[in-house]
């Protein structure tokens, strides 16, 4: 919690904004890496996502950004390794940060088919 | 004796706690603003997370109780989709901080349970049951049933990954 709290105040959800491109392939895994290292409550992510698609952001990028906001924990790894074991809590959140850019693709082709 | 030695005596949630306790008195030095920015932000996260503690507390007391490992084995150790389903519904259904959770899953798998099995319940944490009607008025409601449909499938993905990895002890 103490880990939480300190990146939460020193990271602004401003900076985000300001890190995406508009490039496909890179926003996307600029978007993993950005939601696999923030911390907070989910409904931050999908007000923060929902701003930047607003703002010109692709959704797969954004897609990206939401489901490793909420699958992959940088800042909670500490203690899922503690607990849960250093080898699980490693390919836990790798597996999971590609899983991210998959989800992100598959999601949104099916969107864009079913729209 | 040395502050390294008595460091390593400790177990690395209390390393972690003592670096944390560092990190915060440094940046109290460095930025008193942000400094107090995360002091409010700890003591609301506290105060929320309060009474998700009692019930943490209370499901790993009801837990210890009821789940022994011979039904850990008879409900979730056979090779059916049942033990799937409740990884699934599970972690959609569970409240509170994810590493509230880390303490009750390394008992559950104490008990009988696999890496992939908790790999697959802490995924699905990620659908949020009282967020949707919020991912719908940014998305719409497509995007919102696919995301949640690929999202449980990639849990089950990523289970099968976990599971072949520790097989193979990778």
Known sequence: MLLISMLTALVPTSVYASLFNRNGLFDSLLGALAGSVSVGNPLVSYILGGELMNQGVGLVAVTAFLVSWTTVGVAQFPAESVILGKRFALWRNLSAFVLALVVAVVTTTITAWLV | ?170
């Open chain 2, 1 to 170: 004796m040395s502050a390294v030695k008595v460091l390593s005596r400790l177990s690395g949630g209390w390393r972690f706690l003592i670096i944390m306790v560092f990190a915060e008195i440094g940046l109290f030095f460095c930025s008193r603003s942000t400094f107090f920015v995360g002091l409010k932000i700890l003591s609301g996260l506290l105060f929320k997370i309060l009474p998700v503690l009692l019930l943490v507390f209370l499901l790993m007391s009801v837990i210890n109780y009821y789940v022994t490992p011979a039904t850990v084995t008879r409900h979730l150790g056979g090779r059916g989709v049942k033990k799937w389903f409740i990884a699934v519904i599970g972690g959609i259904l569970s409240v509170g901080p994810v590493y509230l959770w880390y303490p009750i899953l390394a008992d559950l798998r104490k008990r009988g349970l696999s890496n992939g099995w908790v790999a697959c319940f802490l995924y699905n944490r990620a659908i949020k049951v009282p967020l949707l009607p919020l991912a719908t008025y940014y998305f719409g409601w497509h995007y919102v049933v696919t995301l949640t449909l690929v999202m449980v499938l990639a849990s089950i993905v990523q289970a099968y990954v976990i599971t072949h990895l520790e097989k193979f002890k990778i």
